[in-house]
């Protein structure tokens, strides 16, 4: 797995293993459906910003280390 899905299902509340969780959402199936995909999109971005920002920072201290 390359995203830790438990900490969705945890804002969910639900749980489990890193990349297998889940959760019991009660509502209208399109409502859920709604929650759930919004609150994944949310979770997929505040990781890709890390992401971005930690290669960001590697590649600024390369280049600062190749320059200094």
């Not at 390359?2 to 990349?19: E, P, Q, T």
């Not at 009660?26 to 949310?42: A, H």
């Amino acid at each position: 797995g390359k995203f830790r899905v438990n900490d969705i299902a945890k804002s969910l509340s639900g749980g489990g293993h890193a990349f297998a969780a889940g959760a019991m959402v009660k509502g209208r199936l399109s409502d859920v459906k709604d929650k759930v995909i919004s609150t994944s999109i949310d979770f997929l971005q505040k990781k890709m910003s890390y992401v971005y920002l930690r290669l960001r920072q590697n590649r600024l201290e390369r280049d600062w280390k190749i320059v200094g």
